[in-house]
């Protein structure tokens, strides 16, 4: 079985920092590594997707990279703004049958 | 607008009473699948489909039933609610058709059992 740990659990921070989430994962064998946000009562948006053979992938002011030899994939989020505030999920899927699992998920916030 | 569309968005059971939650996409999506998601915790898989037809347990099966008529629609029966089936429900679609990746969820079904 799988297990996903995320760290920080929450994350407070000024408008205009970069900062790092932390995801790890147990199971090296995945199909890939994907980072959603998760607003307040609404559903899941995929950010970042990487394939199991990539190291990384870029999507405007967010990079996420990944190791699979060390189990872990890491968020980078450059000059955080206000509307960057939500919850952002690491999963990482098994095999080819769209089988996510799932971290408990990093808070953030970003003060004005 | 395309999209996974799951209802009700809020229920309130009684405990021993069934219902049937109803989640359809419209991007002809091969994947679909149904997660809960629990105070301070991920989403956890509950079952999951890859095509019509072909259904499979995840991680928390015990209590929920599914079915997958057709490509487009994913019901999650409870068969009896408990208290411990209160959650947010996400229903979820993919496809990976000619090196085309594509993931959606829902916006979710607030469930309290009583």
């Known amino acids: 079985k799988q297990e996903v740990t995320q760290i920080p659990a929450a994350l407070s921070v000024p408008e205009g920092e970069n900062l790092v989430l932390n995801c790890s994962f147990t199971?090296?064998?995945?199909?890939?590594l994907q980072w959603f946000r998760q607003d307040p009562g609404k559903g899941l948006t995929s950010l970042l997707l990487?394939?199991?053979?990539?190291r990384e992938q870029t999507s405007g002011r967010l990079n996420a990279s990944l190791d699979k030899s060390s189990g872990r994939s890491t968020l980078y989020i450059a000059a955080s703004q206000p509307g960057d505030s939500a919850t952002y999920l690491c999963?990482?899927?098994?095999?080819?049958?769209?089988?996510?699992?799932f971290g408990s998920g990093t808070k953030l916030n970003v003060k004005p | 607008n395309a999209g996974v569309t799951q209802t009700p968005k809020f229920q309130v059971l009684k405990t021993g009473q069934s219902m049937t939650l109803q989640c359809a996409q419209d991007?002809?999506?091969?994947?679909m699948s149904w997660y809960r998601q629990d105070p301070g915790m991920g989403l956890r898989l509950i079952h999951y489909?890859?095509?019509?037809?072909?259904?499979d347990q995840g991680e928390v099966p015990n209590g929920y039933n599914v079915s997958r008529s057709t490509t487009e629609d994913f019901p999650l029966r409870l068969l009896s609610a408990a208290p411990s089936q209160t959650s947010v429900y996400f229903c979820?679609?993919?496809?990976?058709?000619?090196?085309?990746?594509?993931?959606?969820f829902g916006s979710g079904t607030r469930l309290t059992v009583v």
């Open positions: 979820a679609s993919s496809t990976r058709t000619g090196g085309h990746y594509g993931y959606t």
């Open positions: 199971d090296s064998a995945i199909y890939n």
């Open positions: 990487i394939q199991s053979s990539q």
């Open positions: 999963a990482s899927e098994l095999g080819n049958f769209n089988k996510f699992y």
């Open positions: 991007m002809n999506h091969e994947y």
């Open positions: 489909s890859v095509g019509a037809g072909i259904t």
